[in-house]
């Protein structure tokens, strides 16, 4: 919990032997992003040796011999200053377009991932898998698994960090932030909060699971038997008689939510948003802002009666009449 | 050799202070100062505009609740007031600039303090007053009511914005009335002639910049969600 | 530099009269309107707000020995890294150039009596150590533990310490900042002596120019958010709460606004600063004047519309990301122009190597490398890896320390015979030059590596295989600070037992010093008028352009 599974490092010589200079790479753009690393590393290392052996040269060539030495002149160059002006900008739009790339490619997550969800709050991390197990401040993944993370903070800004993995967001109280990795190495990696967040920041940390596929179903099989997170949720719809008028016909007196999820809906002040899990989050908590028109506008809100893990169990629960009828939707 | 120097500096009747080479260079640098300390104020007002506007397009709908909430009477009868002080303000120092008696300036200026105060007791008798009678202070037992449905939080942001925005500008508005009071009694010692009225032309700068702010806070907060428009509600 | 540059006759401070000598006691100095005291009065608050950041800053570094924490609470932890960055952002960095080397010397360099309104300068310090003092009392009544950054809806909703005290006195030394940029713009404008032209100017004028526009135009959005800050922890309403529709996101946007502009507000001095030493002990004129000068402007102005890069993993949109990196990159360039003209005016230079000089180089090339770690961190794909870990403490010390700390001693150390009469031992000072460049390198090299392992900062206990290169930065640190007691130690010293300075010591050229030192408190007996260019070296063989 607090970081101390593993052993603590004693004596000086441990402490040196623990010594390392690179972090693990486990995860399938760690060796992307660590080559653009180097690759920045090795212009940082040319331009500052470049200068500070200019310097060192020039301070040992003209070095003062006597007090009244009057040095040669010499002529700004516009030849000189357009070049370190050029060559520094190329490298920078080189940098630059490197960087991007990567940076685009890294924040789609591929369309098959599993999806994780996380919630922060002072401080800890609470995790749910869609199979239903919770965890807190662990992470079990498969390996060569996409998977994605949908996070939210129950109170202040907290930041889902793995260093191994290159990957870090902030997870903000009042809407979803996601990211995503596919861990390739099996093994045992650090998660932290990288955004301060109180007292505790520093002990909000855990570990990382990264498991074989075999190894991740039996964990998933060997915990207590959990409902699924649709299933939590579908409970949840009923025991807060969102069914009642959410009956999912034309006699109920608010929309039908199968095959919601994804679908544009235009709204009563004339937005039209898609159905994601910000607009369920909003539409739970604040309804009258995702006023659908054609339906009552009584719908009250659930803010202070559910929590953010309850939220989404919900929206789980929503998604996955999504995918049951999507095809008799449209 | 110095203290004859103060002696001198403090009997100048002109204000001129050692720093400056000539009276010329130390009008020039009290101008560009007050322009400088406005581009100062433009920014102060502008971070609060931007956090206004980024609101506004969250939350349409609460913030057109909110806007019906103000008396568009009081507004624009402020924002009438605040011109024509704008103007007595620009005639009190034409009338400097033209060599009239010092009664004229003096009378410009009491009359544009006057309508400053007109401005500051309407806010506060029959806008803010009200407003904390009807328990939409925030802060000072603001109260939902039930027909704002569940954007009662976002109303109150708008009122929020309304008491911060038109609270700064009263502000602005006062330490103006403090400058008038000093111009006034300087007007009195007779300081003003055609060659010297720099310290009444930057108040009027300052004195239209604070002007300046209500032109733009009184359509932002009172004039918005449809009230007028064909089609509106 | 002006008609009278013939070297002047060297009198003995003693015997006549100086702005130091002209009156006596204390009121002289607390009502003095002189820009020369006024100089001194900030030079004393900001050393003595230093040496508070500088305590919290050793304790920090003591804690952070042991992985668990070696002498201190989480929570007190968290107070000493927000009264350490509160103070020295704030408190130390904002005003150190400008305020103390800045008041002293822009009407010097100019050739005028003072700043254009002396009234509004003193009026300036007043306020700031009233800021001062909100803050010291903030951390004397429970500390404040937000960080400097005061990001919500932690600071406006969950902190329970004294936040709104510490956000007052930076609102109020904000005030202090406004005038003193608004008092040098006008000065720089209206004062300058005939003949001093703007391409005549002396860099040190240009960088306090553009200094002076970003306080001008940043402080006052700081200003309304910290505002919008206090009035939603006294209310309750939601600004920044999301919990009431207020977006947390805008309170970033709007502190970096400010904050990211003030990081050059902290580094453009220096520029200036260095801008001086360099053709001061190369005894040639600057490589590259103009582009030198303009590259100041271009700094301030792009300074403006880089915020975006603090946040890169909130969350904001891929586009967004995309025009912060490209504009991030755009600022390096700049500021990579000055480094070369820097190196290049060393070229065929008569080079001395006084302690200044020594502090100035030291300055080029810790900056080189905290310019450049700035790339990991403009890079969308680095940066979503180093962001919020060690890497970026260690790029900003770079800047802030090895760049801004490193410049300011070194001016203080070019100009302490102008403002004392006094010379120090040269010796001990180029020993603590030395002694700070290798404790700074030791302290904050090591942060890099922490930050690309992975190691978040703002932790006050840490997994224990990060402890090696924490001890290391420690050890670093006890030297940094033995490095920083050195100059305090000769510097007092020589005010009493220093050997008088004359007039110009380094034979440097400027208008400073074609005048005894200390000044006369009308600073000139008549109006120099300037007929050369800045940095004016006599060389053999061309003439300088």
């Known amino acids: 919990m607090m970081g101390l599974t593993q052993p603590v490092i004693h004596g000086t010589a441990a402490v040196w032997a623990a010594f390392q200079l690179h972090p693990p790479t486990a995860s399938s753009i760690a060796d992307n992003v660590d080559k653009l690393y180097y690759f920045l590393t090795g212009i940082t290392l040319f331009f500052t040796i470049l200068i500070f052996s200019i310097i060192f040269v020039f301070m040992i060539k003209y070095r003062r011999r006597s007090e009244d030495e009057i040095p040669e002149g010499t002529h700004t160059s516009m030849a000189l200053e357009l070049t370190w002006t050029i060559i520094p900008s190329l490298i920078c739009v080189v940098i630059f377009i490197w960087a991007s790339a990567l940076y685009v490619r890294n924040a789609r997550p591929p369309a098959a991932s599993t999806e994780m969800f996380v919630v922060g709050k002072q401080w800890m991390w609470h995790i749910q898998h869609p199979e239903g197990p919770r965890e807190i401040d662990e992470l079990h993944v498969p390996v060569n698994v996409p998977i994605k993370m949908t996070m939210t903070s129950q109170d202040v800004i907290h930041d889902f960090y793995i260093p191994a993995f290159r990957v870090k967001k902030d997870v903000l109280p009042g809407r979803y932030t996601s990211l995503w990795f596919e861990a390739n190495k099996i093994g045992t990696y650090h998660l932290f909060c990288a955004q301060y967040c109180g007292t505790n920041h520093s002990q909000m940390i855990g570990w990382v699971y990264v498991m074989s596929d075999a190894d991740y179903a039996a964990w998933l099989a060997g915990g207590e038997k959990a409902e699924s997170m649709a299933q939590q949720g579908e409970r949840l719809f009923s025991q807060f008689g969102c069914n009642t008028c959410h009956t999912g016909d034309a006699t109920g007196t608010g929309p039908s939510l199968a095959g919601l999820y994804g679908k544009p809906e235009k709204l009563q002040n004339g937005q039209t948003r898609v159905v994601d899990e910000t607009f369920i989050r909003d539409a739970i908590l604040a309804p009258s802002t995702v006023h659908v028109p054609g339906y009552a506008a009584g719908m009250p809100t659930f803010a202070g009666q559910v929590n953010e893990d309850q939220v989404l169990q919900l929206i789980a629960y929503v998604k996955s009449l999504g995918a049951q009828e999507r095809t008799n939707a449209k | 050799m ?188 007779g300081r003003f002639t055609t060659q010297y009225y720099v310290p009444l032309e930057i108040s009027g700068l300052y004195w239209h910049f604070v002007d300046i702010v209500w032109i733009f806070l009184f359509p932002l907060l009172y004039l918005i969600g449809g009230r007028y428009s064909t089609g509106g509600h | 530099m002006s008609t009278a540059t013939a070297d002047i006759h060297e009198v003995p401070a003693e015997s006549r009269v100086h702005y130091l000598n002209a009156r006596y006691g204390i009121k002289s100095w607390l009502l003095t309107l002189d820009h020369k005291r006024i100089g001194l009065l900030y030079l004393g608050t900001i050393t003595f707000m230093f040496l508070i950041g500088g305590i919290a800053a050793t304790l920090m570094r003591l804690n952070l020995i042991e992985p668990q924490g070696a002498l201190v609470e989480p929570e007190t932890y968290n107070k000493l890294f927000s009264t350490h960055g509160i103070v020295m952002v704030f408190f130390f960095l904002v005003p150190s150039i400008p305020a103390t080397l800045g008041n002293f010397l822009i009407p010097l360099m100019i050739g005028a009596r003072d700043v254009a309104f002396p009234k509004l300068n003193l009026m300036s310090w007043y306020i700031f150590v009233t800021g001062c003092c909100c803050m010291l009392y903030a951390v004397m009544t429970g500390g404040v533990d ?198 290049a005016t060393l070229y065929k230079g008569s080079i001395s190597y006084q302690a200044p000089m020594l502090y100035a180089l030291g300055f080029i090339g810790l900056f080189t490398m905290g310019g450049l770690t700035g790339l990991f961190l403009a890079s969308l794909a680095t940066d979503v890896h180093l962001n919020g870990t060690y890497f970026i403490v260690a790029h900003f010390h770079y800047i802030m320390v090895g760049g801004a700390v490193m410049a300011y001693l070194g001016g203080i150390h070019y100009w302490w015979p102008k403002i004392t009469g006094r010379l120090y031992p040269d010796l001990w000072a180029r020993f603590s030059a030395l002694v700070i460049f290798v404790g700074f390198n030791l302290t904050f090299f090591p942060q890099f590596v922490l930050g690309y392992l992975g190691m978040p900062r703002r932790y006050a206990m840490y997994p224990a295989e990060f402890q090696s290169l924490n001890v290391l930065s420690s050890a670093g640190a006890s030297v940094l600070a033995v490095g920083y007691v050195i100059p305090l130690v000769y510097l007092i010293w020589s005010l009493k037992y220093g050997p008088p300075a004359g007039p110009n010591p380094w034979k440097a050229k400027g208008l400073e010093w074609t005048i005894q030192s200390p000044p006369p408190t009308e600073n000139f007996e008549e109006t120099p008028i300037v007929t050369e260019e800045a940095y004016n070296y006599p060389t053999v063989g061309g003439v300088s352009v």
């Open chain 2, 2 to 189: 110095s203290d004859l120097a103060v002696h001198e500096h403090e009997a100048n009747p002109t204000g001129f202070a050692h720093q400056f080479e000539d009276l010329e260079q130390q009008h020039d640098a009290g101008r560009l100062g007050m322009w400088i300390f406005l581009a100062t104020e433009i920014l102060f007002f502008g971070g609060m505009f931007t956090s206004y506007t980024i609101y506004r397009s969250l939350h349409p709908a609460a913030f057109d609740i909110g806007s019906h909430l103000l008396e568009v009477k009081f507004g624009a009868t402020n924002t009438a007031v605040l011109i024509c002080s704008s103007l007595t303000m620009a005639l009190s120092i034409h009338s400097a600039q033209t060599g009239k008696r010092k009664g004229t300036i003096i009378g410009w200026l009491i009359f544009t303090m006057l309508l400053g105060a007109t401005f500051l007791f309407l806010k506060f008798r029959f806008e803010w007053y009200h407003d904390w009678l009807e328990h939409i202070m925030p802060g000072f037992g603001f109260v939902y009511r039930p027909e704002w449905g569940a954007n009662g939080p976002q109303v109150q942001m708008f009122m929020c914005f309304y008491f911060f925005l038109t609270g700064l500008h009263a502000l602005h508005m006062i330490v103006g009335l403090g400058i008038l009071t000093v111009l006034v009694i300087m007007a009195a010692r």
């Open chain 3, 146 to 343: 937000t960080g400097w950054t005061f990001y919500t809806p932690y600071s406006s909703t969950y902190a329970h310490t004294s936040v709104l005290l510490a956000a007052l006195g930076i609102f109020i030394a904000g005030f202090s900042s406004i005038l003193t940029g608004l008092n040098f713009i006008v000065t720089i404008h209206k004062m300058r002596a005939p003949g001093m032209t703007w391409f005549r100017l002396p860099l040190f004028i240009w960088s306090m120019y553009a200094t002076s526009m970003i306080f001008v135009l940043g402080t006052p959005v700081i200003a309304v958010t910290l505002l919008l800050l206090g009035l939603e922890r006294i209310l309750h309403v939601g600004i920044f709460d999301p919990a009431l529709g207020g977006d947390p996101l805008l309170f970033q946007h709007l502190f970096w606004f400010y904050s990211h502009p003030a990081v050059y507000i902290m580094i453009l001095p220096g520029m200036g600063v260095v801008s001086e030493l360099i053709p001061a002990f190369s005894r040639k004129r600057i490589f590259g004047y103009s582009f030198v000068a303009f590259s100041s402007l271009a700094i301030a102005v792009i300074s403006f519309v880089v915020w975006g890069h603090h946040m890169f993993v909130t969350g904001q949109s891929v586009y967004a990301g995309l025009v912060f990196s490209v504009l991030s990159f755009l600022v390096a360039i700049p500021s990579a122009i000055k480094v070369f003209n820097w190196t």
